[in-house]
């Protein structure tokens, strides 16, 4: 489906899509202006709290990311880096309490903030690379 959007774009030609885990099929480079995610942040303890819909339509592997909600953040934090020329910028969506501790381990990128949805929760986080 992605794909044929860019097409009706016209974009097709200069969008490349990948499927990966993560960033493992990508090359990591430097060569990146952005890196932009919404990776699994769902902790396994709060499976309670998410969405109906989502639990009905979502595959788990889309919205779980261990214990603590931080596991593909982990491994997507350093795997950007290293595909992100320097000055380039990570962008991911992060759950609604995740904001400290996500930015605690944004390691090798400065201006490192948490960006407010329109209720004021921090649900992205934004870094540029050193």
């Known amino acids: 489906?992605?794909?044929?959007n860019a097409a009706r774009l016209e974009l097709d030609s200069r969008v490349r899509f990948v499927y990966s885990d993560v960033l493992d099929e990508v090359a990591r480079d430097g060569t990146y202006d952005f890196v932009v995610?919404?990776?699994?942040?769902?902790a396994l303890s709060?499976?309670?709290?998410?969405?109906?819909?989502?639990?009905?339509?979502?595959?788990?592997?889309?919205?779980?990311a261990g214990e603590h909600g931080l596991d593909?953040?982990?491994k997507l934090i350093p795997?950007?880096?290293a595909a992100?020329?320097?000055g380039g910028y990570l962008v991911m969506e992060?759950?609604?309490s995740m904001s400290e501790a996500v930015i605690g381990i944004m390691l090798g990128f400065e201006?490192?903030?948490?960006v407010p949805d329109l209720a004021g929760i921090p649900r992205v986080v934004v870094g540029r690379k050193t």
């Open 1 to 4: 489906m992605r794909w044929l």
């Open 37 to 42: 995610s919404n990776p699994p942040y769902v």
């Open 46 to 64: 709060e499976a309670d709290k998410v969405q109906d819909v989502v639990k009905k339509y979502e595959p788990k592997v889309a919205v779980f």
């Open 72 to 74: 593909m953040i982990r």
């Open 79 to 81: 795997q950007a880096h």
């Open 84 to 86: 992100l020329r320097f």
């Open 94 to 96: 992060i759950g609604f």
């Open 111 to 114: 201006e490192v903030r948490a």
